[in-house]
């Protein structure tokens, strides 16, 4: 079945780094690529999304980059701070039979004052 | 706040038992998804309804069911519930943009079930 891979499980970086999440996609009528943050006991929440007909999007120090060919998309976190840390999950949906999202397994993110 | 609401917010149960989760999507969104995390797991899709109808279904168990209400808000149905089950349920909610269109889902603040 479909799936969606996500590497680091666990990144740590220093205050000011950048953080760099990747996430790669199995079904290629995909067309549509969220990002979520979960902070320790909330649901996640929207960050940064992409679609198929881009390949960058970015937001403040958030950018996300998508390549079609290689099924793999991108999460950049610049300038990164203390309340970055949080759970980030990629996701990729098929608008085709019911807008099944699949989420990657999570990377948690600490980043050190 | 994503203007989803889940109830309750913490359920603890024993082995055996059933129960039931409740989901109020954000006003105008007409589809709702189900998920289950497992600790220090990722999301697992369980179920989306979509304007009262079942429109996508994942790994979800024999022993769990939902359903989508007229006013959409939506019930998940856990029963003879096992030690595995303890997990946070989320919901989420979505528009319907057009057949083909994006799938923006915003998520509930989640209920944390224990089965004891």
């Known amino acids: 079945g479909e799936n969606v891979e996500q590497h680091p499980s666990t990144l740590s970086v220093q205050e000011g780094d950048s953080a760099v999440i990747k996430c790669t996609y199995s079904?290629?009528?995909?067309?549509?690529f969220p990002w979520y943050k979960q902070e320790l006991g909330k649901g996640p929440q929207l960050i940064i999304d992409i679609r198929s007909n881009v390949g960058e999007k970015k937001d403040q120090r958030i950018a996300v980059t998508l390549n079609k060919t290689a099924k793999h998309f991108s999460l950049h976190i610049t300038e990164t701070q203390p309340e970055d840390s949080a759970v980030y999950f990629c996701a990729a949906s098929n608008p085709a039979g019911g807008f099944k999202t699949i989420f990657g397994a999570g990377t948690r993110l600490f980043v050190k004052a | 706040d994503s203007g989803v609401t889940q109830t309750p917010k913490h359920l603890i149960t024993a082995t055996g038992q059933r129960v039931t989760l409740r989901c109020s999507p954000r006003s105008g969104d007409l589809s709702v998804y189900w998920y289950q995390q497992s600790l220090d797991q990722g999301l697992q899709f369980l179920i989306q309804y979509y304007n009262g109808e079942e429109r996508a279904k994942g790994n979800i168990l024999e022993r769990f069911s939902a359903q989508q209400f007229p006013d959409l808000h939506s019930e998940l149905n856990l029963s003879s519930l096992e030690l595995g089950d303890s997990a946070l349920y989320f919901c989420?909610?979505?528009?319907?943009?057009?057949?083909?269109?994006?799938?923006?889902?915003?998520f509930g603040p989640g209920t944390r079930l224990t089965v004891l």
């Open positions: 989420a909610s979505s528009a319907y943009r057009g057949a083909g269109a994006y799938n923006e889902q915003f």
């Open positions: 079904d290629s009528a995909s067309n549509y």
